[in-house]
């Protein structure tokens, strides 16, 4: 008895699917800066896809979204033409503390793992079959 194919697996679809969703998000922010802001009670951040980048900037006091009372949770989101996205850095002029996490280390830090688990497994059922298919000890 062989192992199955490494194509019937529910986990080699998935992460395929994954894949898919990082290529075309990258893809995506060279074409349009997505972003959003979440705002709880003094603390705000700012998430931004924006030329094959992720940009978080974080704030604290007095900020942006200052329509905001104590207590009150709230979500923004925009989307404009990655042209634009050199003028729309709102937070940055206020000297927001930010992390920029390139595309490539997204992708990296999924399809390492995920190709380590994929070889685990397959090597883990060849060794399975052959100790099922032995003979048995006289």
């Given at each position: 008895?062989?192992?199955?194919?490494?194509?019937?697996?529910?986990?080699?679809?998935?992460?395929?699917?994954?894949?898919?969703?990082?290529?075309?998000?990258?893809?995506?922010?060279?074409?349009?800066?997505?972003?959003?802001?979440?705002?709880?009670?003094?603390?705000?951040?700012?998430?931004?896809?924006?030329?094959?980048?992720?940009?978080?900037?974080?704030?604290?006091?007095?900020?942006?979204l200052t329509s905001?009372?104590?207590?009150?949770?709230?979500?923004?989101?925009?989307?404009?033409?990655?042209?634009?996205?050199?003028?729309?850095?709102?937070?940055?002029r206020f000297g927001?503390?930010?992390?920029?996490?390139?595309?490539?280390?997204?992708?990296?830090?999924?399809?390492?793992?995920?190709?380590?688990?994929?070889?685990?497994?397959?090597?883990?059922?060849?060794?399975?079959?052959?100790?099922?298919?032995?003979?048995?000890?006289?």
């Amino acid at each position: 008895m062989t192992p199955r194919r490494l194509t019937r697996w529910k986990s080699f679809w998935f992460g395929i699917l994954v894949l898919g969703f990082l290529g075309w998000a990258s893809f995506d922010s060279y074409r349009c800066l997505s972003g959003c802001f979440l705002k709880f009670e003094a603390r705000e951040a700012q998430f931004e896809r924006a030329k094959g980048n992720t940009l978080i900037y974080l704030r604290h006091g007095d900020t942006y979204l200052t329509s905001l009372s104590a207590g009150e949770f709230q979500i923004e989101r925009s989307r404009i033409p990655v042209y634009f996205a050199s003028h729309w850095q709102m937070l940055d002029r206020f000297g927001a503390p930010q992390a920029r996490i390139p595309d490539a280390l997204v992708f990296l830090s999924f399809l390492i793992p995920w190709a380590a688990f994929l070889a685990w497994r397959w090597r883990r059922q060849r060794i399975l079959t052959k100790v099922h298919d032995a003979p048995p000890a006289p």
